[in-house]
Protein backbone atom coordinates (compact mmCIF):
# COMPACT_ATOMS: atom_id res chain seq x y z
CA UNK A 1 0.00 0.00 0.00
CA UNK A 2 3.24 2.11 0.83
CA UNK A 3 4.21 2.42 -3.12
CA UNK A 4 0.34 2.89 -4.28
CA UNK A 5 0.08 5.84 -1.30
CA UNK A 6 3.16 7.49 -2.85
CA UNK A 7 2.50 6.83 -6.74
CA UNK A 8 -1.08 8.21 -6.01
CA UNK A 9 1.01 11.37 -4.11
CA UNK A 10 3.80 12.34 -7.08
CA UNK A 11 1.53 11.32 -10.12
CA UNK A 12 -0.83 13.59 -9.19
CA UNK A 13 1.44 15.93 -7.74
CA UNK A 14 3.75 16.46 -10.95
CA UNK A 15 1.12 14.97 -13.46
CA UNK A 16 3.50 12.74 -15.04
CA UNK A 17 2.42 9.37 -17.20
CA UNK A 18 6.04 7.64 -16.38
CA UNK A 19 8.01 7.97 -13.55
CA UNK A 20 11.64 6.80 -13.26
CA UNK A 21 12.80 4.19 -10.94
CA UNK A 22 14.61 6.18 -8.80
CA UNK A 23 11.79 8.49 -7.99
CA UNK A 24 9.82 6.08 -7.28
CA UNK A 25 11.96 4.71 -5.15
CA UNK A 26 12.79 8.31 -3.75
CA UNK A 27 8.69 8.94 -3.02
CA UNK A 28 8.07 5.36 -1.73
CA UNK A 29 10.44 6.89 1.08
CA UNK A 30 8.72 9.57 1.79
CA UNK A 31 5.72 7.94 2.20
CA UNK A 32 7.17 5.07 4.45
CA UNK A 33 8.22 7.98 6.39
CA UNK A 34 5.09 9.92 6.55
CA UNK A 35 2.95 6.30 7.35
CA UNK A 36 4.73 5.66 10.06
CA UNK A 37 4.29 8.84 11.88
CA UNK A 38 0.62 8.83 10.83
CA UNK A 39 -1.98 6.99 12.68
CA UNK A 40 -2.47 4.93 10.20
CA UNK A 41 -4.37 5.77 6.59
CA UNK A 42 -7.27 2.58 5.63
CA UNK A 43 -7.53 1.64 2.30
CA UNK A 44 -10.30 3.18 1.40
CA UNK A 45 -9.00 6.58 2.45
CA UNK A 46 -6.13 6.14 0.11
CA UNK A 47 -8.35 4.78 -2.99
CA UNK A 48 -10.92 7.90 -2.29
CA UNK A 49 -7.61 10.53 -2.51
CA UNK A 50 -6.65 8.52 -5.85
CA UNK A 51 -10.10 8.63 -7.06
CA UNK A 52 -10.36 12.68 -6.48
CA UNK A 53 -12.86 12.08 -3.49
CA UNK A 54 -11.93 15.03 -1.28
CA UNK A 55 -15.18 14.99 0.66
CA UNK A 56 -15.04 14.02 4.40
CA UNK A 57 -11.31 13.71 4.39
CA UNK A 58 -10.03 13.38 8.15
CA UNK A 59 -7.37 15.36 9.91
CA UNK A 60 -4.09 11.99 10.05
CA UNK A 61 -4.68 11.84 6.21
CA UNK A 62 -4.15 15.72 5.56
CA UNK A 63 -1.04 15.26 8.01
CA UNK A 64 -0.19 12.71 5.81
CA UNK A 65 -0.21 14.56 2.27
CA UNK A 66 1.29 17.62 4.71
CA UNK A 67 4.15 15.21 6.16
CA UNK A 68 4.24 13.86 1.99
CA UNK A 69 4.96 17.49 0.59
CA UNK A 70 7.45 18.79 3.23
CA UNK A 71 9.84 15.47 2.22
CA UNK A 72 9.19 16.30 -1.48
CA UNK A 73 10.15 19.89 -1.22
CA UNK A 74 6.85 21.45 -2.36
CA UNK A 75 6.13 22.46 1.76
CA UNK A 76 8.57 23.49 4.11
CA UNK A 77 9.06 22.48 7.85
CA UNK A 78 6.96 26.15 9.10
CA UNK A 79 3.65 24.97 7.20
CA UNK A 80 4.45 27.51 4.16
CA UNK A 81 4.10 25.88 0.17
CA UNK A 82 7.24 26.96 -1.37
CA UNK A 83 5.82 27.79 -4.78
CA UNK A 84 9.38 28.02 -6.95
CA UNK A 85 10.19 24.73 -6.15
CA UNK A 86 7.19 23.40 -7.09
CA UNK A 87 7.21 25.61 -10.13
CA UNK A 88 10.41 24.31 -11.28
CA UNK A 89 9.62 20.25 -10.42
CA UNK A 90 6.23 20.94 -12.00
CA UNK A 91 7.25 22.29 -15.57
CA UNK A 92 10.10 19.76 -16.04
CA UNK A 93 7.96 18.16 -18.63
CA UNK A 94 5.05 21.03 -18.75
CA UNK A 95 4.66 24.56 -20.16
CA UNK A 96 5.89 26.69 -17.62
CA UNK A 97 3.76 29.25 -17.72
CA UNK A 98 0.71 26.47 -17.02
CA UNK A 99 2.15 25.62 -14.23
CA UNK A 100 3.18 28.78 -13.03
CA UNK A 101 -0.62 30.14 -13.16
CA UNK A 102 -1.64 26.38 -11.11
CA UNK A 103 0.63 26.76 -8.54
CA UNK A 104 -0.28 30.37 -7.74
CA UNK A 105 -3.73 29.08 -7.68
CA UNK A 106 -2.89 26.37 -5.19
CA UNK A 107 -1.11 28.49 -3.15
CA UNK A 108 -3.34 29.30 -0.66
CA UNK A 109 -2.25 29.25 3.09
CA UNK A 110 -4.96 28.00 5.79
CA UNK A 111 -4.30 28.52 9.53
CA UNK A 112 -4.06 24.44 9.86
CA UNK A 113 -0.70 23.65 7.99
CA UNK A 114 -2.11 20.40 7.47
CA UNK A 115 -4.93 21.92 5.72
CA UNK A 116 -3.20 23.82 3.86
CA UNK A 117 -1.23 21.03 2.24
CA UNK A 118 -4.68 19.17 1.96
CA UNK A 119 -6.02 22.11 0.12
CA UNK A 120 -2.96 22.70 -2.27
CA UNK A 121 -3.00 18.60 -3.41
CA UNK A 122 -6.51 18.60 -3.71
CA UNK A 123 -5.80 22.20 -6.17
CA UNK A 124 -3.19 20.23 -8.09
CA UNK A 125 -4.85 17.24 -8.44
CA UNK A 126 -8.46 19.20 -9.54
CA UNK A 127 -6.22 21.54 -11.53
CA UNK A 128 -3.77 18.90 -13.33
CA UNK A 129 -6.05 18.96 -16.93
CA UNK A 130 -5.00 22.26 -17.26
CA UNK A 131 -1.23 21.39 -17.98
CA UNK A 132 -1.75 19.44 -20.84
Do not use: W
Request: charged fraction near 30%.
Amino acid sequence: MKSFVCVVLVAALIGVNALTEEQLKKADGFASECLEKSNGLSKETVGKLRSGDFANVDQDSKCFVKCFLERAGFMSTDGNLVADYAIERLSLDREKSKVEALVMKCSMQMDDPCETAFRAFECYYNGKASLL
